[in-house]
């Protein structure tokens, strides 16, 4: 048994089905994302797994024991909420400490576990400021000390990045994956930005419709979609059906599914291998998006995006044919039809 | 944009000249008539000197603070309890709810007074029928006396608390409770820890304006109790109306030490508040 287990966990609201028989295995110490449009279902099941929504069927199992009717506050579980939650009234230290004192620890200990805490979000020095006197990017890191004091057997995160600026998002996403190393964390974190999932996740959950899709490390879901939703949702893939594969591709021996992606970073302008398939077409938009270079081309009525890397200063016009390669791995079957 | 400023300050005009005629003109006539020796006179401070020599009327304080604080007091502390609770009730019950709130809130004065003498009065539908039962009110309560006064006060104080304190619920947030009881609180110390004191400043400030809403509270007193009872509104009322004759001058002095005690009152809660609220110093 993993070290969270939830098996066959529904849940309905107003008649409307939010989980139906969902399964998920987490082991210890991984830094699982819950990735997902909004609405798909993933707040649900991290306050399922939290204990603040209780499910309609299933079981949840951590550290091999039947949680699913434990109380929040037994479960020993830290959640840091999207708007962070502190308590406006206590400073730094004092909400730090709150999970302590209500556990009645030692105020010896509570002292030296909070400066502790403090020092490992690197807030030393603000210590007696209140929530309200912090930047975004500082009250997320009291949320997350608030959380990890406690010694938590599992850290749930919601969407705990999304209020703050790409910047500092990114600093803390690198900061929150030291610290889930370091402490080696059992982590669920929920996010609907797939480059946070990336960034910072063992294996990720894709949910839609209240399903899991599909799961795996962030290396397998990029590159190996299982369904049109994950291949749209996870980047920027080209979904094609097979009549259109056929019609830009005629040559290519193919497995009979319905769809196929490909990246659009997968095409390039020499053929480096000889069964590499030649691709032609017109480019009818340009888009710069910093680094890379984005052409929409029209390659026999069937609209194909291609990302190149931004190497020249000149770009093509609109109107000019372009001759492509790309490798038949590239062109992901998708054996899913459902979501 | 300018030219627009301009003239949007324009349109305050009316609305500082209301506030100059009816509130600074009385004001400063109020402060400047107490001052003033009887029939219009010169300056003195006699009228002062009078009031706190006089035990009659360091009563009339004496009981006016005593009722308004009594029943801010009470009207405050049910009124967390009931706008807590309304929070609590389905939305389209919590409307319905905070009309009837409004409605019994705008309810005061002589009509509240006469409603309460017919239903509890020495002939009062709920004082006879408590005869017919056997249980005879008059030995524990009568209307007309300080208790029954002061239920008078908290009923009108009730509603009016309740409508100021139902907004401040919003403040507290759903997650706060949440992260609260992850972290091992129950709901008893969410409220001590975090929501009370978060409600505090406002609860302050609804007990400040039920406390001034009492002491300035005139028709219900005295339309229960005529002048019987020694209050500072009444006294006020006396002296300008001239019951016997008229010593405008010496209302105005009881006026502004009315005025002087509100804003008192209004300072020591705020020090209070800022002690235990250290984040909003």
């Known amino acids: 048994m993993s070290y ?64 699913t009717d434990v109380s929040p506050k037994n479960r020993q579980i830290g959640m840091v909420f999207q708007s962070y939650a502190l308590f406006p009234n206590l400073t730094v230290s004092q909400n730090i400490a709150f999970g302590l004192e209500m556990n009645k620890i030692s105020k010896t200990e509570i002292r030296l576990r909070v400066q502790e805490m403090i020092e490992l979000v690197g807030l030393v020095g603000k210590e007696q400021a209140y929530p309200r006197e912090l930047s975004g990017g500082q009250q997320q890191r009291v949320a997350l000390a608030r ?5 938590p057997k599992v850290l749930l995160l919601d969407e705990p990045l999304s209020a703050l600026d790409a910047q500092i998002r990114k600093n803390l996403q690198k900061q929150l994956r030291t610290i889930q190393r370091e402490l080696n964390m059992t982590t669920v974190l929920v996010t609907h930005d797939q480059e946070e999932a990336m960034a910072v996740s063992d294996r990720i959950y894709i949910m839609n419709g209240g399903r899991i899709v599909q799961h795996g490390s962030p290396q397998e879901i990029y590159t190996q979609p299982r369904s049109e939703f994950v291949a749209r ?47 032609t077409g017109n480019i009818a938009q340009v888009t710069m998006l910093g680094n890379i270079t984005r052409y929409e081309l029209n390659m026999g009525d069937v609209p194909v995006l291609v990302d190149t890397l931004h190497l020249s200063l000149e770009q093509e016009e609109i109107g000019t044919t372009k001759t492509l390669y790309v490798s038949p791995k590239d062109v992901i079957p998708l054996y899913d039809t459902i979501a | 944009m300018k030219r627009f400023v301009s003239m949007l300050w ?47 009327y360091l009563q009339a304080f004496e009981n006016s603070v005593l009722i308004s604080f009594l029943s801010a007091l009470i009207g405050i502390v049910v009124a967390v309890f009931a706008a807590y609770a309304i929070t609590r009730f389905p939305q389209s019950l919590q409307q319905r ?34 005869k017919q039962l056997g249980i005879d009110f008059g030995q524990s309560f009568t209307l007309y006396s300080w208790s029954g006064l002061t239920l008078v006060y908290i009923y009108f104080q009730l509603p009016l608390a309740v409508m100021l304190l139902y907004p401040l619920y919003n403040a507290i947030q759903k997650q706060w409770m949440e992260a609260a009881e992850l972290l091992g609180a129950s709901p008893w110390k969410f409220w001590l820890r975090i ?32 002048s019987n009872y020694n209050l500072v509104p ?31 009152a209004l300072l020591v809660n705020e020090w209070l508040t800022r002690k235990i609220r250290r984040d909003l110093s």
Do not use: W
Request: hydrophobic share 50%.
């Open chain 1, 4 to 67: 969270v287990q939830i098996e066959h966990l529904s849940k309905t609201f107003h008649g409307q089905h939010v989980l139906q028989q969902l399964d998920l295995a987490i082991e210890k110490g991984e830094l699982v994302t819950l990735l997902g449009p909004s609405g798909c279902g993933k707040s649900t099941l991290l306050r399922i797994l939290s204990g603040l929504t209780a499910p309609d069927t299933g079981m949840i199992y951590i550290d091999g024991k039947d949680v």
């Open chain 1, 147 to 151: 959380s990890l004091v406690t010694r």
């Open chain 1, 233 to 279: 949702f996870i980047g920027n893939y080209n979904v094609l059906t097979a009549e259109q594969l056929n019609r830009i591709a005629p040559n290519l021996s193919h497995p009979a599914v319905e769809r196929f992606a490909i990246r659009p970073e997968t095409f390039r302008e020499q053929r480096l291998a000889g069964e590499d398939i030649c691709l």
């Open chain 2, 10 to 56: 324009i349109t305050t005009i009316p609305f500082f000249a209301m506030i100059a005629l009816f509130l600074l003109v009385p004001l400063l006539s109020m402060i400047g008539g107490s001052f003033q020796a009887e029939g219009g006179g010169g300056f003195t401070i006699s009228h002062y000197r009078e009031i706190f020599s006089n035990p009659y």
């Open chain 2, 97 to 130: 709810v905070l009309v009837i709130t409004n409605l019994t809130s705008n309810f005061a004065g002589i009509p509240l007074a006469f409603a309460f003498i017919v239903l509890l009065g020495n002939s009062g539908l709920f004082v006879l029928l408590a």
């Open chain 2, 195 to 226: 929501g009370f004191p978060v409600l505090l400043p406002g609860i302050v400030g609804t007990f400040s304006i039920l406390f001034a809403n009492a002491m300035g509270a005139y028709a219900s007193a005295y339309a229960l109790t005529g």
């Open chain 2, 234 to 264: 009444i006294r006020i009322g006396a002296l300008v109306s001239g019951d016997i004759f008229a010593r405008p001058e010496l209302g105005s002095a009881l006026a502004v030490l009315l005025g002087l005690t509100l804003a008192g």
